[in-house]
């Protein structure tokens, strides 16, 4: 969205879902939109039509929304008028919208009905979501479920998969002689396979190796940031049933099939029941943690099963 010419802006709806303490209502958006509204405020034509949409005021550059009065269709009604005479389309852009499912008391499909709305009558708004847990976002859209407003829309789908062995140690020879750092082939090798081909691993490695000119250094740092973020995410998840930190536990031990994993549970005294496990693991798939393969369950993320070992 950078490099186009277009109006944009960008909703992180993971912070939405923190700021409303678990439960999403149009008055957070409200608010969020507003602080994003007020980066574009410098743009005076924008300025001056957003105005005459009820609910919405200006302090200087800042723009002020009450939330009890606008209508977020009446908001993205004005995207679109300000669009076409610009002549350039307005973006709406939400970050990881599976946690769209928290929004109002219908999992979702209040938001659902502003995007077909903008779907069948704004040309020039477009809506575009991503999501790092693949699966939950897939379900969340019931894309093939005729009873949710987005059924029968023209969807497009952009999946992104991490970088091969080839591409990421181009990738990160590229950055090193933009920097001027000159680094072994070999090295750099190992390096991917130890942190694969995720390209913001990659840059972080990057950036940390520049910083301490040594590899095991800079490995360390980025297995370090990324046990720090993934704390908060493991957190949520024991949040939700304890049994799926023990199941990342053990596929991160090398526990990979369904019959050790329940022998596991049983062990422990937990007597979970085979709908109840098969649901765990499924549930763990759709959020893009693991992933079912001939030789059995296994985490897709190494620098996460290198956390897991850790904790």
């Known amino acids: 969205m950078n490099e186009s010419d277009v109006f944009s802006i960008s909703v992180d709806v993971r912070k939405l879902y923190e700021i409303s303490g678990g439960n999403i209502s149009s008055i957070h958006l409200a608010r969020m939109l507003g602080d994003e509204l007020s980066k574009l405020s410098k743009i005076q034509k924008f300025l001056s039509l957003l105005k005459r949409v009820r609910g919405i005021s200006f302090e200087g550059a800042t723009v002020d929304v009450n939330p009890k009065e606008l209508s977020l269709s009446d908001l993205f009604e004005k995207f679109n008028e300000i669009s076409d005479k610009e002549e350039k389309k307005f973006v709406v852009f939400f970050d990881e919208a599976q946690y769209f499912r928290y929004y109002g008391s219908r999992g979702g499909n209040d938001i659902f009905a502003l995007f ?61 002689d933009e920097a001027g750092e000159r680094v072994d082939s070999v090295s750099l090798e190992k ?44 957190d949520e998840l024991k949040r939700r049933s304890p049994r799926y930190l023990f199941i990342l536990k053990q596929l991160a031990q090398g526990v990979n099939s369904w019959f050790s994993l329940k022998n596991l549970f049983h062990a422990k005294g937990d007597f979970v029941s085979d709908s109840n496990l098969y649901s765990l693991l499924k549930t763990l798939e759709k959020m893009s943690f693991i992933e079912k393969t001939t030789e059995g369950y296994k985490i897709i993320d190494p620098v996460l099963e290198k956390v897991l070992k850790m904790i």
């Open 191 to 234: 390096v991917v396979e130890e942190i694969d081909g995720i390209p913001g691993y990659l840059v972080l490695f990057g950036v940390k190796y520049i910083g301490s000119k040594n590899e095991g250094t800079a490995l360390a740092e980025v297995f370090d940031t990324a046990r720090i973020l993934f704390e908060k995410e493991l």
């Open 116 to 176: 077909a709305y903008c779907y069948d009558n704004l040309e020039n708004v477009k809506v575009i979501i991503t999501g790092s847990e693949v699966g939950v976002l897939h379900d969340f859209l019931k894309l093939d479920d005729y009873t949710s407003p987005l059924h029968g829309r023209g969807v497009g789908f952009l999946t992104l998969k991490p970088f091969s062995l080839e591409e990421s140690m181009e990738f990160l020879k590229r950055g090193f």
